[in-house]
């Protein structure tokens, strides 16, 4: 059974930056895809970004260049978001496992309980 946990989660300010960890149970963090997903109130769940095993990753449109995705077995996941906007708040959730590695919730298989993220103007 495999258990994530995510943290991290704030309120910053416009342009402002966040650190969040994904830390996972039962799990193997090199062998499988993971990803960062976010769903905002009255929103759908949205890809954030996605890491394979061999380190490969794929970015949302909206974070490329804001946004940088990492993990390694001693540290986790981890998201690290810079330059933050107000239309990056949001619940932000951790996944693993994924069938197909990428930015599609349905193709993975577990997720953490999700920490806030809130950016004020």
């Known amino acids: 059974q495999v258990q994530l946990v995510e943290s991290g989660g704030g309120s910053v300010q416009a342009g402002g930056s966040l650190r969040l960890s994904c830390a996972a149970s039962g799990y193997t963090y090199r062998r499988y895809c993971m990803g960062w997903f976010r769903q905002a109130p009255g929103k759908e769940r949205e890809g954030v970004a996605a890491?394979?095993?061999?380190?490969?990753t794929s970015y949302a449109e909206s974070v490329k260049g804001r946004f940088t995705i990492s993990k390694d077995n001693a540290k986790g996941l981890s998201l690290e978001m810079n330059s933050l906007k107000p239309e990056d708040t949001a619940m932000y959730y951790c996944a693993a496992r994924a069938v197909v590695c990428g930015l599609i919730p349905g193709a993975y298989n577990f997720w953490g309980q999700g920490t806030q993220v809130t950016v004020s103007s």
């Open positions: 890491i394979d095993a061999d380190g490969s």
